[in-house]
């Protein structure tokens, strides 16, 4: 069981917009609750955003509400996320993770204690 992570264009300028995919290998991620994280050189692991499985209730970090959009494509069975509005702090290294109750805690500082599966990560660099 595993959990992948892939970006299209991993590389942005300022304002700009880049979006996230997250696959599961082994399992369906529509029976579970699936978050992304992202954690910067010398920082810590933060929570950015978390869609519980049906009927997919959202929780977002403070950071990135209005910006970053997460959702399920049913038919590809992934989990995206649409990052709009890029800033320099938003340069990390991002990964989804599984949470297999298929809830999300309400508030994002409280959603890594239910995760049980960890992807490797991908690169997201804003440049100014």
């Known amino acids: 069981l595993r959990l992948a992570a892939g970006v299209w264009g991993g590389l942005v300028q300022t304002g700009g917009s880049l979006k996230l995919s997250c696959a599961g290998v082994?399992?369906?991620?529509?029976?579970?609750?699936i978050a992304w994280f992202r954690q910067a050189p010398g920082n810590e692991r933060e929570p950015v955003a978390c869609?519980?499985?049906?009927?997919?209730?959202?929780t977002y970090a403070d950071s990135v509400k209005g910006r970053f959009t997460i959702s399920r494509d049913n038919t590809e069975d992934t989990v995206n996320l649409q990052m709009r509005s890029l800033q320099a702090e938003d340069t990390a290294n991002y990964f989804c993770?599984?949470?297999?109750?298929?809830?999300?805690?309400?508030?994002?500082?409280?959603?890594?204690?239910?995760?049980?599966?960890w992807g490797k990560g991908t690169q997201v660099t804003v440049s100014s």
């Open positions: 082994g399992f369906r991620l529509s029976d579970n609750a």
């Open positions: 869609i519980s499985r049906a009927p997919n209730r959202i």
């Open positions: 993770a599984r949470d297999r109750s298929g809830y999300c805690a309400r508030d994002a500082e409280y959603l890594v204690y239910g995760m049980d599966l």
